[in-house]
């Protein structure tokens, strides 16, 4: 039932373009993304509810297909502050509100 | 400002023993979450609450248990802890009609 996330690790130079996809095997209602920072609780970044739906926030977004039961998350023109471990959490359609299975996560480092 | 607290931070205990790991918000939010964090498996629900007197398993219930006698707290007991429940704790909560998470900073317990 966890999704699985692609890469598991990646690195960029700043100014990079970074793509992280979520896959379940599961029909999703719902797809959230998070961020963690060494040591520090996971942050939200956005949840995207509708097929095909692709939200923003400043210069990572994300899609979610809901017919392929996938998501990606787009990060574009990377910062040193993008480096953390992505998490994507899916909720089943069905299944208990908010009742979220995260995937492994996928680890960013952004350098100089 | 409102706020999701933890306590203890950090707590070392034996095999056996019983442990309770308190989680506090202070939003009034109906939902709350535990989430235990270990490498390579990234989060895994452990209970979780729509409201008072509400709980549920999640996916890795076995030997922890909650209990909700007010909106605000969700304390993790566990019964008997085993050196296999060295983790990172995290617990979340999200309002009513919503499934955006707020995650506290966690609790480091460590079993010996």
């Known amino acids: 039932q966890q999704p699985v996330q692609s890469p598991q690790a990646v690195i960029l130079r700043e100014g990079e373009d970074a793509v992280i996809n979520c896959s379940s095997s599961?029909?999703?209602?719902?797809v959230h993304w998070y961020r963690q920072k060494h040591g520090e609780a996971p942050v939200f970044l956005m949840i995207?509810?509708?097929?095909?739906e692709q939200k923003g926030h400043e210069k990572i977004s994300a899609s979610f297909n809901e017919k392929k039961q996938q998501s990606s998350l787009y990060l574009t023109a990377s910062q040193l502050s993008y480096s953390g471990t992505y998490f994507c959490?899916?909720?089943?359609?069905?299944?208990?509100?908010?009742?979220?299975?995260f995937g492994k996560g996928t680890k960013l480092s952004v350098k100089p | 400002d409102a706020e999701i607290t933890q306590s203890p931070r950090h707590k070392i205990t034996e095999t056996g023993r019983q442990v309770t790991l308190a989680c506090h918000q202070t939003?009034?939010?109906?939902?709350m979450f535990w989430y235990r964090q270990d490498l390579g498996h990234g989060l895994r629900l452990i209970h979780y609450?729509?409201?008072?007197?509400?709980?549920n398993k999640g996916e890795v219930s076995d030997g922890y248990s909650v209990s909700r006698s007010n909106t605000e707290d969700l304390p993790l007991t566990l019964e008997s802890a085993a050196s296999s429940q060295t983790s990172v704790y995290f617990c979340?909560?999200?309002?009513?009609?919503?499934?955006?998470?707020?995650f506290g900073p966690g609790t480091r317990l460590t079993v010996t």
């Open positions: 979340a909560s999200s309002r009513q009609g919503s499934r955006r998470q707020y």
């Open positions: 599961k029909a999703l209602y719902s």
């Open positions: 995207l509810l509708k097929g095909g």
């Open positions: 959490g899916t909720e089943i359609r069905g299944g208990s509100q908010g009742n979220l299975i």
């Open positions: 939003w009034n939010h109906n939902n």
């Open positions: 609450s729509y409201g008072v007197q509400d709980t």
